[in-house]
């Protein structure tokens, strides 16, 4: 039952922030453009091993033979979800935007099936109070149930880490240490993971390994030695299998990318941070305060408590300092590490719960984590989901560009050039029209020439508060163009930071009307203007504070 109930929220909660913020970015781009065009043209066979596709592969069919990025990456994931969509019924996908939300909605609920699944095991290691608190704590940390449907590496990995973490839990009750089996089970799954998702993970392996052999829970014959290779043979198999056909060339994408990435040090032309960024990533990811200023330290004071929060913290812990060693950071190689941690505070928060008759401080500390709790999903759910949810122009731009020719007298194919940061923030395969030509060329030398410019109708490049400006690709294009006219006939907008609101000011309400509009309709922002004006009178003395938006990308359109 524990578990059921901890799926819905997480589901419930995943399937809200997809709603709300179906597109995607940069990072994102090689996942979820691989489930398109394996869910469109298939996997290629291997060369040599027949197949329709193993002799003559149309390139411009597959995005990455466009644009391999700057090492190869696993398709596997892509692959799963792909297959997956392919077995829908037809009526569920009656477009290609439909078609990446419910990619996008099998990847999420898979997470929140792992996250119901440790819920599960906490609650039957632990109890009832210790399982509820972990879902309200994890539930209202905003990263981890935005990204749990997003088609990324760390995401894929995520679900099989967590899995793991489930069978590194002590037996019913809490007193004895897992099963031999299930720790085999475990190290097998952080293994698979890695090698197939991230290697990143291999230090996660190490520091949870040396710690069960320091506890002595396992040994490393029998158990540690055996799961690990086994783990090794698996996800070297199906990883070479499956992306040296995608890849029409024998490879092992994350051996390539542990190379590129930390052997030869190339992560760091994508930025360097200091030691102590991922301290300050996981005060981020876990987004109560008093996670780890209050139930944390409590779990590991109690003698009742003690030993669990440290099975929880110290692998993982140890992980993230470890890592921090790579000059280039970025939160989500550290995300595995969210659910021992909330884990460990949800120990400490059930502790304080279930003994406030001893002391005032922990009535006062545990009702103060029932309010910032609170706090924390008020702030996650309607300032950074709603802030998150206008960072996407570009898939935006793409829907304002289709909504403005389905609204127009003589509807027709186009053709489209793509700018960089339209590509970067939102416009995917899944959002181009079948009978429509898009183009993402990024050669200056090809865009210097008129011909280049002559075949579209539409472009979309960046924008600004400043109408006077063009970026370089519109500079370019009415530069080799002069004589061309270009309408603008939609901007999208982007998230530009918070606004203090005097009683004084007038209230635009933009993003949150954009938000409310989309999933609810025009009603729904009427409901919101008349509550939000109500609080500022009644409430808050005429003060209030809104999110504001700034022009990122224009669509011009070719006036023939």
């Known amino acids: 039952m524990a578990a059921i109930k901890a799926f819905v929220v997480f589901s419930t909660l995943i399937s809200l922030h997809l709603l709300v913020a179906p597109y995607t970015k940069v990072e994102e781009s090689f996942h979820i453009q691989a489930v398109h065009d394996i869910f469109t043209n298939g996997l290629p066979s291997f060369p040599g091993f027949g197949g329709k596709n193993s002799t003559h592969i149309a390139t411009d069919a597959y995005d990455h033979f466009q644009f391999p990025g700057a090492v190869p990456r696993t398709a596997i994931g892509a692959a799963g979800l792909a297959k997956l969509l392919s077995v829908l019924p037809e009526s569920w996908v009656v477009n290609g935007a439909d078609q990446q939300f419910l990619a996008r909605l099998i990847l999420g609920l898979f997470n929140a099936l792992t996250l119901a699944v440790y819920t599960h095991g906490l609650r039957r290691s632990y109890g009832r109070v210790v399982a509820t608190w972990y879902t309200v704590l994890q539930a209202s940390q905003f990263h981890l149930i935005f990204y749990a449907s997003r088609p990324l590496s760390n995401t894929f990995a995520f679900g099989l880490t967590t899995l793991a973490m489930r069978f590194l839990l002590p037996s019913a009750g809490g007193s004895a240490p897992p099963p031999r089996s299930s720790s085999r089970l475990a190290l097998f799954l952080l293994t698979v993971a890695g090698v197939i998702f991230r290697s990143e993970l291999a230090l996660l392996v190490a520091t949870q390994t040396v710690f069960m052999l320091l506890t002595h829970q396992i040994s490393l014959v029998p158990d540690a030695i055996p799961a690990g290779l086994a783990g090794l043979l698996v996800g070297v198999g199906a990883s070479v299998a499956v992306d040296s056909a995608f890849w029409q060339r024998l490879v092992w994408p994350e051996l390539n990318a542990f190379l590129f990435n930390v052997v030869s040090g190339q992560s760091s032309k994508w930025g360097t941070q200091p030691f102590y960024f991922y301290s300050f990533s996981l005060m981020r990811l876990l987004?109560?305060?008093?996670?780890?200023?209050?139930?944390?330290?409590?779990?590991?004071?109690?003698?009742?408590?003690?030993?669990?929060?440290?099975?929880?913290?110290?692998?993982?812990?140890?992980?993230?300092?470890?890592?921090?060693?790579?000059?280039?950071?970025?939160?989500?190689?550290?995300?595995?590490?969210?659910?021992?941690?909330?884990?460990?505070?949800?120990?400490?928060?059930?502790?304080?719960?279930?003994?406030?008759?001893?002391?005032?401080?922990?009535?006062?500390?545990?009702?103060?984590?029932?309010?910032?709790?609170?706090?924390?999903?008020?702030?996650?759910?309607?300032?950074?989901?709603?802030?998150?949810?206008?960072?996407?122009?570009?898939?935006?731009?793409?829907?304002?560009?289709?909504?403005?020719?389905?609204?127009?007298?003589?509807?027709?194919?186009?053709?489209?050039?793509?700018?960089?940061?339209?590509?970067?923030?939102?416009?995917?395969?899944?959002?181009?029209?079948?009978?429509?030509?898009?183009?993402?060329?990024?050669?200056?030398?090809?865009?210097?020439?008129?011909?280049?410019?002559?075949?579209?109708?539409?472009?979309?490049?960046?924008?600004?508060?400043?109408?006077?400006?063009?970026?370089?690709?519109?500079?370019l294009l009415r530069a080799v163009l002069p004589s061309a006219q270009w309408d603008t006939v939609a901007v999208a907008e982007g998230f530009a930071g918070v606004k203090l609101l005097r009683p004084e000011d007038l209230a635009e309400g933009a993003v949150e009307g954009r938000v409310l509009r989309d999933l609810l309709g025009e009603s729904a922002v009427a409901v919101y203007e008349i509550l939000r004006e109500m609080a500022r009178t009644m409430a808050l003395w005429g003060w209030w504070v809104e999110l504001t938006v700034r022009p990122r990308i224009k669509v011009l359109m070719r006036v023939r």
């Not at 929880?312 to 550290?334: D, G, M, N, T």
């Not at 909504?403 to 959002?431: H, I």
């Open 287 to 475: 987004l109560n305060p008093l996670t780890y200023l209050i139930a944390i330290p409590v779990s590991l004071r109690q003698p009742a408590t003690k030993p669990s929060a440290k099975a929880l913290l110290v692998p993982s812990l140890v992980f993230v300092a470890l890592y921090s060693a790579q000059p280039h950071k970025e939160w989500r190689f550290i995300v595995y590490a969210v659910p021992p941690l909330t884990a460990s505070a949800a120990l400490g928060a059930a502790y304080l719960w279930n003994h406030q008759a001893r002391s005032w401080f922990n009535r006062i500390a545990a009702w103060a984590m029932v309010a910032a709790t609170v706090v924390s999903f008020c702030t996650s759910t309607f300032i950074l989901l709603p802030a998150s949810a206008v960072n996407y122009p570009g898939g935006y731009a793409l829907r304002l560009l289709h909504e403005s020719q389905e609204n127009s007298t003589s509807p027709k194919p186009a053709t489209v050039y793509l700018g960089n940061l339209a590509c970067q923030t939102g416009a995917t395969r899944f959002l181009q029209r079948p009978d429509w030509i898009y183009d993402k060329t990024e050669d200056s030398s090809a865009k210097s020439t008129p011909a280049f410019w002559e075949t579209f109708d539409y472009i979309l490049v960046e924008a600004s508060s400043d109408e006077s400006y063009r970026d370089a690709d519109e500079t």
